[in-house]
């Protein structure tokens, strides 16, 4: 009860000793195409509509016994562009907020957002922003959007168009874009749901989770952090890391993944997926199509394999010194299988068949063959319908 009575003391406190000095801007449009906003910063907020003016509202509220009386910004115009310039008088100690309209057709680009809070909406142009730092959201824009941060969190819904961001560290977070993007984090993290198009992206460390993602083109690169690809349908992807795991759950399209350091992990997989363990285990449950997988160092197990010889003739798994475990469905399946130094252990005559070395089976009018090599680890395959 004291803490709340405290916080009114303060509230009514802050409101008897600051008051508010507001400006207020207009102008019409008529055969510009760009809005240009400089040395912005606080709470912006700015809005498409159709109406064709600008009507820009600025209030700065001020400490009653403050000397420092803010400067007004400056608009001009040009035939091509619309330049507003905020006032360079306002101090840290000063809470500034804008609240913008501006026609939805224009472009918008705003040059050294200093810090706070931006929102942007309902802009069907290209909107470019460059900021040192702060929080961004953007939402339902029409003409692509590009956006350099140092540090902060961009926030992306119902974008469209090229999607351009480069941020030092922080996160970005993405739902229902449709485009072709481009998103690098030094920093930081990823995480999109819903996206439609050719994608890149790319981090240094931070954890990359894709829900989603619709295409015929996914490429990420990490330099560590964990990377988790979920419901999504991808003609062609790339997934390479450093380190950390990566998880691939109900997938259709080819995949290629590259793991220095960590497991791979996958589930209900349809398509030719291309995996690279150096040190870590690779397990996956429900694959149907065709396999290319390599590990030195770490175990295998597939859970339940079905080859389509539409993707692959030949499936293939290489291992160093860890046992390979694959239970696939199926006939007409040749198998080929080499331990150096291990066990082979089968069952598709029915009873369980222990082969030191070397085991071969060619069928009659063979579709598809089953190739693994280990150099220490054991071999077991079974075959079940």
Not at 42 to 70: A, C, H, M
């Amino acid at each position: 009860m004291m803490r709340y009575y405290f916080q009114v003391i303060l509230l009514i406190s802050f409101l008897l000793c600051n008051y508010e000095h507001e400006f207020r801007y207009e102008q019409n449009v008529t055969t510009q195409t760009q809005m240009n906003l400089g040395m912005m910063m606080g709470n912006v907020k700015i809005s498409g509509s159709d109406s064709q003016k600008i009507i820009i509202l600025q209030t700065v509220v001020l400490p009653e016994n403050s000397k420092k009386i803010p400067h007004k910004g400056l608009l001009t115009t040009s035939p091509n562009a619309i330049d507003y310039i905020a006032p360079n008088g306002v101090t840290a100690r000063m809470q500034q907020r804008f609240n913008i309209q501006l026609p939805r057709i224009l472009a918008l680009r705003i040059n050294d957002f200093a810090g706070g809070e931006l929102y942007i909406s309902d802009v069907d142009g290209e909107v470019s922003v460059t900021s040192t730092g702060g929080d961004l959201e953007f939402v339902q824009l029409q003409g692509g959007l590009r956006v350099t941060i140092s540090a902060g969190e961009i926030v992306m819904t119902d974008v469209s168009g090229n999607i351009f961001c480069i941020m030092d560290g922080g996160t970005i977070n993405g739902s229902n874009l449709t485009g072709d993007g481009q998103l690098h984090v030094n920093g930081g993290g990823i995480i999109l749901d819903g996206f439609t198009g050719k994608l890149e992206l790319q981090n240094d460390t931070g954890d990359i989770h894709l829900n989603r993602i619709l295409g015929e083109y996914l490429k990420v690169s990490s330099g560590g952090g964990k990377i988790k690809l979920t419901n999504s349908a991808i003609d062609n992807s790339e997934l390479i890391t450093q380190g950390g795991t990566v998880r691939l759950v109900n997938l259709d399209g080819n995949c290629h993944v590259e793991n220095r350091l960590g497991a791979i992990t996958g589930k209900n997989l349809n398509g030719l997926y291309e995996l690279l363990a150096f040190n870590g285990a690779i397990t996956l449950d429900t694959v149907y199509g065709g396999l290319r997988l390599n590990i030195p160092v770490g175990e295998v197990s597939i859970k339940r394999f079905i080859p389509d010889i539409e993707y692959l003739r030949q499936s293939k798994i290489l291992a160093g010194n860890g046992n390979v475990d694959v239970h696939y469905i199926g006939s007409k399946i040749g198998l080929d299988l080499i331990s150096s130094h291990g066990r082979i252990r089968t069952n598709f005559r029915g009873d369980e068949v222990f082969t030191p070395g070397m085991f071969r089976y060619q069928p009659e009018n063979e579709q598809h063959k089953i190739y693994i090599q280990t150099t220490s680890g054991d071999i077991h395959l079974t075959r079940g319908e």
